[in-house]
């Protein structure tokens, strides 16, 4: 290819006013930005773990359903908050195990949900008992879950709520 020698050669590259005004349109996207993107982040970590704890509760009023009808005999279910994965402790931020049990000691661990990062649980007992009709028999009638970091009127509060029968609803709320 020949150069024309009338016309001068073109430069490639940017600008250094080019390249200022992007990185200023990018600082000012991402100050817009962030807040949002952090409040979207806590309010997934708190719907993940409330999904987890009713996903937890359902299995562990089916397990205690199933077992009415098995050749095991009837045997509580019970969902308790354990850091160990093995048996209950006092705390549900420690995670929880769903077991079956006999005369009040874990038998057989079910299912264990490993300790939640980034959220706060808090229920009035420690243990949640269901007999082989799917009947809660024992616990807190609400479990809330909240962020770590939740200011006044952040819409981020969930609270599981149990009724007798062992059904259990979220219901939204607002820190305080």
């Known amino acids: 290819m020949v150069r024309n020698p009338c016309k001068p050669p ?3 590259g ?3 006013i080019e390249l200022s005004i992007t990185v200023a349109v990018l600082a000012i996207t991402l100050a817009i930005a ?3 993107f952090t409040g979207l982040i806590r309010s997934n ?3 993940t773990q409330t999904n987890a704890m009713m996903a937890s509760l359902a299995y562990a009023r089916s397990e205690a359903i199933r077992s009415n009808t098995s050749v095991m005999g009837n045997r509580d279910v019970v969902l308790c908050p354990s850091s160990d994965g093995a048996t209950c402790s006092a ?3 420690d995670g929880w195990i769903v077991a079956r049990r006999v005369d009040d000691a874990v038998v057989t661990v079910l299912r264990h949900t490993q300790q939640p990062e980034g959220v706060v649980f808090a ?4 243990e949640i008992v ?6 809660r028999l024992s616990g807190p009638d609400q479990i ?7 200011a006044t009127g952040d819409p981020y509060l969930r609270t599981v709520l149990l009724n007798a029968a062992g059904q259990a609803r979220i219901v939204q709320g607002t820190c305080s």
Do not use: E, I
């Not at 229920?123 to 420690?126: D, N, V």
């Not at 269901?130 to 009947?135: C, I, P, S, V």
């Not at 809330?144 to 939740?150: A, F, K, L, S």
């Open 91 to 93: 705390a549900w931020g």
């Open 34 to 36: 962030l807040p949002s």
């Open 144 to 150: 809330t879950v909240q962020p770590y970091t939740c």
């Open 123 to 126: 229920g009035a007992a420690t």
């Open 14 to 16: 940017f600008t250094l």
């Open 130 to 135: 269901f007999d082989n009709r799917g009947r």
């Open 45 to 47: 970590r708190v719907s």
């Open 10 to 12: 073109s430069a490639a």
